[in-house]
């Protein structure tokens, strides 16, 4: 039975895929442990440890590859107005081969104490990125040929703006979000 239905679920999305008209990809930072520092997948924790929260994470992928992945993030948050409103901010360097993401969110969350145990938060992000392709260091000539290709004669630089929204629900056992980070189709 776990076959079969493993298999329908494989054809309903190849075929999904194949019916689509325009398929868009986007490379965001890759993280591990959201758990830490949710702070980046969702506006609606912002002040949510009711202290003022500082973290900086660094990864770095495939040592010792050119154009291997690397992320720096710094991020802080916290609660103002009787801990009632959350603050944040995000920045993030995100570099995979000749391109690299620069991108600054400020955060606010509005917090509502349902019971004495759980809290509901409302948040919203805003700022942009700042997409950058270094078309210098490309090497898209042929061996043996000249070629000229005006294409690859200047960066590319584009300034995005972006807007996100979340829930976020926790208690002193769980907690439980929702968030839709980058609402505008950049």
């Given at each position: 039975m776990m076959k079969t239905s493993y298999k329908i679920f494989l054809l309903a999305v190849m075929m999904f895929t194949a019916s689509a008209q325009n398929i868009f990809a986007q490379q965001d930072p890759g993280y591990s442990q959201y758990m830490f520092n949710t702070l980046l997948i969702n506006p609606a924790y912002a002040g949510n440890r009711d202290v003022v929260n500082l973290s900086?994470?660094?990864?770095?992928?495939?040592?010792?590859?050119?154009?291997?992945?690397?992320?720096?993030?710094?991020?802080?948050?916290?609660?103002?107005?009787?801990?009632?409103?959350?603050?944040?901010?995000?920045?993030?360097?995100?570099?995979?081969?000749?391109?690299?993401?620069?991108?600054?969110?400020?955060?606010?969350?509005?917090?509502?104490?349902?019971?004495?145990?759980?809290?509901?938060?409302?948040?919203?992000?805003?700022?942009?990125?700042?997409?950058?392709?270094?078309?210098?260091?490309?090497?898209?000539?042929?061996?043996?040929?000249?070629?000229?290709?005006?294409?690859?004669?200047?960066?590319?630089?584009?300034?995005?703006?972006n807007v996100g929204f979340g829930l976020y629900f926790s208690t002193d056992k769980a907690y439980v979000g929702l968030s839709a980070p980058k609402l505008l189709n950049n």
């Open positions: 900086a994470l660094y990864r770095q992928q495939w040592l010792n590859i050119d154009g291997a992945p690397r992320t720096f993030t710094f991020a802080a948050d916290g609660p103002i107005l009787n801990e009632k409103v959350g603050l944040g901010l995000i920045s993030t360097f995100d570099k995979v081969g000749y391109t690299s993401v620069t991108s600054v969110m400020g955060q606010v969350a509005y917090r509502l104490r349902f019971t004495q145990k759980g809290t509901l938060s409302f948040g919203a992000s805003f700022g942009g990125q700042q997409f950058t392709f270094d078309m210098s260091n490309v090497n898209y000539k042929i061996p043996g040929q000249t070629l000229d290709d005006a294409t690859f004669d200047n960066n590319i630089s584009k300034w995005v703006p």
